[in-house]
DNA sequence: GTTGAGCGTT
C-alpha cells in the first residue's frame, strides 16, 4: 500500500487536536458557508466564524471534526487552495491553537497592547539620555509660566522622545521655545498660545512624561486620564518633579487583568471631530510616540501611525483619536505647525469617511 | 509623498 503521508506524525499528535483554524475566508462567509465547504472530509462537530463586538465577520472559522483524521485530510486538500473573494491571500487551514499556544498569544497581544514590545524599547538602551531627558525636562518645567500648560507638556515630551531615540531628527524642539533664553531664536512652536485648555489635562497627563526607561512607558501613557493599565513603580514619580495637584482624580483600577478588557480598548474611531489626521511625522515615530504626543491633549482613544505593509515603514501620518471634540480643537491647535526636524506636523480633523469629495 | 487596511486563534 502505497499512500502518500505527506504530513509528519509529530504535526499531529500530542495535540488531540481536532480542530482547525481556518483563515482568509471570505467576510461574507456564514458558519453555513464554511460548514458546507468542509464536509466532504469529515463529520464536523462544530464551525464557528469568528466574528467581532460588531457581529462582523473576522473572515476566519473554527472548524471541528469528530477525527484527527478528517481534520488532516481538509488541511491536505484545502490549505492554499484557493483565494476566495474578498480575502488578500488563499485559503488557510491548520489546527487551532492549543490551549497552550493560546496563552503565549493572550500575552503577546496584551504585552503589545502595552506596547512593551515596542520599537521604541530598542533605544531604551542609552539611560544616560534617559537621566539627560529629565534634567532637560525640569529646566523646562521651570520655564513654564511663560508657555501654556498644554504646550509645554507636548514640548517637553518631544524633548524626550529626541533625547531617548539617539538617531532622531527630532534634534530642535525644545531649544527654540525656551522664552526666557535672551536669545534671537524664534520659536518653532507655532501654535504657542493655547486658547482655553482646562490645565487639569495637562496636569494629569504629565506623570506621563516621566515614565522611567523600563518600557513601560507606552503601557502608562495609554489611555491615561481614568484607565491606567498598570500599577506599580508609579507612586514617586508625580511628586519628584515637582507637581502638585491629583495626577488621577479618579482611582486607577484597571490593571492588566482581563484580556478582553484590552481588547475593547483597542484602536478604534472616535466620533465625529473627535480624529485627528496628522501629517509629516517623523519616519520612525511609532504609535506609542505619537500617543505620547497628543496625550495633553485629553483622554485618547486611539493613535495609530500608518505602516506600509511591505515595507513596515511609516508613511509619516498617521491618526489620533480623542473622546471628545474639545480635545481634538485642543491638539490642532497646539501642534499643527509644530515643527520637528526640518517638518512642521500638519494636524487637522480627519476627513469624514464617506467625504462627499467637491468634484 | 496626504486621511484609520492588514494574517484573523473561540
Do not use: W
Not at 15 to 40: A, H, I, N, Y
Amino acid at each position: 500500500m502505497n499512500r502518500p503521508i505527506q504530513v509528519k506524525p509529530a504535526d499531529s499528535e500530542g495535540r488531540g487536536d481536532r480542530k482547525l483554524f481556518v483563515g482568509m475566508l471570505g467576510k461574507q462567509l456564514s458558519d453555513t458557508d464554511v460548514k458546507k465547504m468542509f464536509e466532504p472530509f469529515g463529520s464536523i462537530e462544530e464551525c464557528t466564524v469568528l466574528r467581532g463586538p460588531d457581529g462582523a465577520s473576522k473572515g476566519c472559522a473554527f472548524v471541528k471534526y469528530q477525527s484527527n483524521a478528517e481534520a488532516q485530510a481538509a488541511i491536505s486538500t484545502l490549505h492554499g487552495s484557493r483565494t476566495l473573494p474578498g480575502a488578500s491571500s488563499s485559503l488557510v487551514v491548520k489546527f487551532a491553537d492549543t490551549e497552550k499556544e493560546r496563552g503565549i498569544r493572550r500575552m503577546q497581544q496584551v504585552a503589545s497592547q502595552l506596547g512593551v514590545i515596542s520599537p521604541m524599547s530598542l533605544h531604551l538602551g542609552a539611560y544616560n539620555a534617559y537621566t539627560q531627558a529629565l534634567v532637560q525636562q525640569q529646566a523646562l518645567v521651570a520655564q513654564s509660566a511663560y508657555l501654556s500648560p498644554v504646550a509645554t507638556v507636548a514640548a517637553v515630551q518631544m524633548q524626550q522622545l529626541a533625547a531617548l531615540n539617539p538617531n532622531s531628527i527630532i534634534a530642535t524642539p525644545i531649544t527654540s521655545i525656551t522664552p526666557s533664553s535672551g536669545t534671537s531664536t524664534p520659536p518653532t512652536i507655532a501654535a504657542t498660545p493655547v486658547p482655553a485648555l482646562p490645565p487639569p489635562i495637562a496636569i494629569n497627563s504629565y506623570p506621563q512624561v516621566a515614565a522611567p526607561p523600563n518600557g513601560h512607558s507606552a503601557s502608562e501613557t495609554l489611555y491615561t486620564n481614568g484607565v491606567h493599565p498598570y500599577q506599580g513603580e508609579d507612586t514617586t514619580y508625580p511628586a519628584a518633579y515637582g507637581l502638585v495637584g491629583q495626577p488621577f482624580p479618579h482611582q486607577p483600577t484597571l490593571v492588566a487583568q482581563q484580556p478582553q478588557q484590552l481588547q475593547q480598548l483597542q484602536q478604534r474611531e472616535g466620533p465625529e471631530g473627535c480624529n485627528i489626521f496628522i501629517y509629516h511625522l517623523p519616519q520612525e515615530f511609532t504609535d506609542s510616540e505619537m500617543l505620547q504626543m497628543f496625550l495633553p491633549f485629553g483622554n485618547v482613544i486611539s493613535a495609530k501611525v500608518f505602516v506600509d505593509r511591505a515595507t513596515n515603514q511609516s508613511k509619516c501620518f498617521g491618526f489620533v483619536s480623542f473622546d471628545n471634540p474639545a480635545s481634538a480643537q485642543a491638539a490642532i491647535q497646539s501642534m499643527n505647525g509644530f515643527q520637528i526636524g526640518m517638518k512642521r506636523l500638519k494636524v487637522q480633523l480627519k476627513r469624514p469617511k464617506d467625504a462627499n469629495r467637491p468634484y
